[in-house]
């Protein structure tokens, strides 16, 4: 199969780009208008619509068509997220600068750590995490915060003991649950070889304490990190992205 069959992936999503395109110019369309614009047989153009229909991204209204909150809620969520990285990477900057460590930035998707921005130096290839990566919020300290800045109970993001990547690793509900409230006290969130052997991390959610739009964490090697001195340079980190963004509408928390 090559990418111009009209069947594969590729092609498919071509496809639904094209058709999620013809609404910039219109809020609503009907089949035929949607067939025109386009440039689709009606048959597949009626095919794409009842499949975008099912998952909630076109809304359908009488004999047409428009976007569905799934994709108003999605374009909401980017424009958030973007504002969350462009208050956040100018101190991720100094930060990185300042300590010469792999420095992060991440937002709450789900059970998730989902991160948009990552800042490295020698030790970066160590660390695994990449910008539009995920892991566990409970497997790291940048998740870790993200939870309990948004006051998730353990049991909601690990409902009964899993097994982690390393011996390290939180495994346990009830030890997630005394942990989160150790950070919402302290402000600060610690992972020591708990998502990989020989890396440490510290992280501090953004936010006022009712509200959190993402983390910031510095990652380094264990050996030689030493994590109590970076406690007051991440708070500051999170607490100055937070001032940035102060006055604006991206102080709405990130839903989870």
């Not at 948004?150 to 390393?166: K, L, S």
């Not at 939180?170 to 409230?181: F, N, Q």
Request: glycine residues 8%; hydrophobic residues 45%; proline residues 6%.
């Amino acid at each position: 199969m090559t990418t111009t069959d009209a069947s594969s992936p590729i092609a498919v999503i071509d496809r639904v780009a094209v058709l999620l395109d013809a609404f910039r110019e219109a809020d609503r369309l009907t089949l035929s208008e949607l067939a025109r614009r386009t440039g689709f047989p009606r048959s597949s153009t009626h095919r794409m619509l009842l499949q975008l229909v099912r998952i909630g991204w076109i809304r359908r209204q009488g004999h047409a068509y428009e976007l569905g909150m799934k994709m108003l809620e999605l374009g909401s969520l980017a424009q958030h997220h973007d504002r969350v990285h462009q208050a956040a990477l100018p101190v991720m900057h100094e930060l990185h600068n300042a300590t010469g460590l792999v420095v992060h930035l991440a937002v709450l998707d789900g059970p998730d750590a989902l991160y948009l921005e990552k800042i490295g130096g020698r030790f970066t290839l160590s660390v695994p995490s990449r910008v539009g990566g995920r892991q566990p919020a409970y497997r790291t300290a940048i998740g870790k915060a993200l939870l309990a800045g948004a006051r998730i109970d353990a049991e909601t993001v690990m409902p009964q003991p899993v097994v982690g990547p390393t011996p390290n690793s939180i495994g346990d509900p009830t030890r997630l649950r005394v942990e989160l409230a150790r950070i919402r006290d302290q402000s600060i969130a610690h992972d020591r070889d708990e998502t990989t052997v020989g890396v440490s991390c510290v992280a501090a959610a953004i936010g006022d304490g009712k509200h959190t739009v993402g983390a910031i964490s510095v990652c380094g090697p264990t050996k030689s990190m030493n994590s109590s001195a970076l406690v007051a340079p991440v708070r500051m980190a999170a607490l100055a992205t937070w001032r940035h963004m102060a006055g604006s509408r991206a102080l709405r928390p990130i839903p989870a």
